[in-house]
């Protein structure tokens, strides 16, 4: 069954960069990302950034000005570009997307494993 799956996570130090990815682990027709979330353990995963079908993009307002959210539609792979990272940037990061096996076909609300993000002080 293909998956979601995001990669790109890391340890870095604060004010450092990470772009993180989100891809199909198999052949898919496409991917319609819908979002970055993250979670701390103990804490409910919190909205990051949203992508609607225009390409127009939102933040959380603790993530505004730092993270870029974009998506590639020929390599079927959404990213995460984040900036200036800070302590508090600290969580497991999670791709939320529909994937499309043919051009009728598809699963929708679809979630992937999640790659974590750790930012030293």
């Known amino acids: 069954q293909v998956q979601l799956v995001e990669s790109g996570g890391g340890l870095v130090q604060a004010g450092g960069s990470l772009r993180l990815s989100c891809a199909a682990s198999g052949s898919i027709f496409r991917l319609n990302a819908r979002g970055w979330y993250r979670q701390v353990p103990g804490k409910p995963r919190e909205l990051v950034a949203t992508?609607?079908?225009?390409?127009?993009?939102n933040y959380a307002d603790s993530v505004k000005g730092r993270f870029t959210m974009s998506r590639d539609n020929v390599k079927n792979t959404v990213y995460l570009q984040m900036n200036n990272l800070k302590p508090e940037d600290t969580a497991r990061y999670y791709c939320n997307a529909d994937i499309w096996y043919s051009s009728d076909y598809f699963s929708s609300d679809l979630w992937g494993q999640g790659t974590q993000v750790t930012v030293s002080s």
């Open positions: 992508i609607t079908s225009g390409g127009s993009t």
